[in-house]
């Protein structure tokens, strides 16, 4: 099993994309208004997917995010259900461009370099500032479909990998892990913010007996630039660490942070709140080297 997991991580990790390029791709081809009804379908369920930015989206929005994002294609289909979340939204865009184009011609053109490295276990999440998209105005429908098509592919094996990553682990039982991408729909195109929730099986030490959940959250949009977001819960206290790497951002999201003090305590939450500045967490690549070739 260890074996078949690591093929198909390999296998995903060089085919994987962001999926603000496809959203990129996608923008521009609704634009243009030439599409079969089944490409342009496909591509309205995948649109319907984002959040808006032009508000403040509350917690019903982020967990219907977390429930749509792909993480549970799966086992809503062995519970004999019909899903209607980011990864089947791919699937049929997908197989829609190749039908409209034929599968061995969309297949001809690969997307290129990735513009965003894998998912992997133990990364720090990792944000999508809104892409530009490979699409040429006026583009022919065969370079079209094969954007969509191959696009799709890629965006469904990062989902492949980011569900590869929420699995548990072995000597973990009874911990969650869930890593998952959110679309965000912005004034300068589609941005992807990333979130990792995990909670521990049981409490870290005898002084914190209650399990913690952890949220990391990575998000890349203007004016605000590359942001992340920390949280711990354990019991009825919070730990909430917010970092930006442009120093006025940092200070406007400090200046501004009463409202998340406002609520924290409105549910009845002690948090301890910091803003830090820097760059980014390195990112990880090791997990997805094959060692043995």
């Known amino acids: 099993m260890q074996a078949t997991l690591a093929a198909v991580r390999l296998e995903a990790a060089a085919t994987q994309d962001g999926l603000a390029s496809l959203m990129a791709n996608v923008l521009r081809a609704t634009a243009a208004g030439n599409l079969p ?3 342009q379908t496909a591509m309205q369920q995948l649109m319907a997917l984002h959040i808006a930015t032009d508000k403040t989206p509350d ?12 993480l549970f294609t799966e086992a809503m289909l062995a519970a004999g259900m019909a899903p209607a979340d980011l990864k089947a939204a791919l699937g049929q865009l997908q197989q829609a461009a ?8 969309a297949n001809a053109q690969q997307s290129g370099a990735p513009n965003v ?6 990364g720090a999440p ?3 500032y809104p892409a530009q998209p490979s699409l040429p105005e006026n583009a022919d429908p065969a ?12 965006a469904l094996a990062r989902e492949t990998l980011m569900q590869m990553a929420s699995l548990p682990e072995q000597n973990k039982p009874g911990e969650t892990r869930w890593m998952f991408d959110v679309p965000l729909m912005t004034p300068h195109g589609a941005a992807v913010a990333q979130m990792i929730v995990t909670r521990d099986h049981k409490g870290s030490s005898p002084d914190a007996p209650d399990p913690v959940w952890r949220v990391g959250l990575a998000i890349n949009i203007e004016p605000l630039g590359p942001v992340r977001a920390n949280l711990a819960l ?9 970092g930006a790497d442009r120093p006025e951002s940092l200070d406007k999201l400090a200046r501004n942070s009463s409202w998340l003090t406002d609520a924290l305590t409105a549910v009845t939450l002690d948090a301890d709140i910091a803003f830090q500045s820097g760059a980014g967490t390195p990112r ?4 997805l080297v094959d060692r043995a070739s």
């Open 37 to 39: 009804p089944a490409v």
């Open 59 to 70: 917690a019903a929005a982020v967990k219907n995010a977390m429930l749509n994002s792909g």
């Open 98 to 105: 190749q039908r409209w184009l034929g599968k061995a011609q």
């Open 117 to 122: 490295p894998p998912p992997v276990r133990g």
């Open 126 to 128: 990792m944000a999508q």
């Open 143 to 154: 370079l079209t479909a094969t954007l969509l098509a191959n696009g799709s592919e890629a």
């Open 234 to 242: 354990s019991g009825d206290h919070a730990w909430v660490t917010i």
């Open 284 to 287: 990880a690549y090791g997990s």
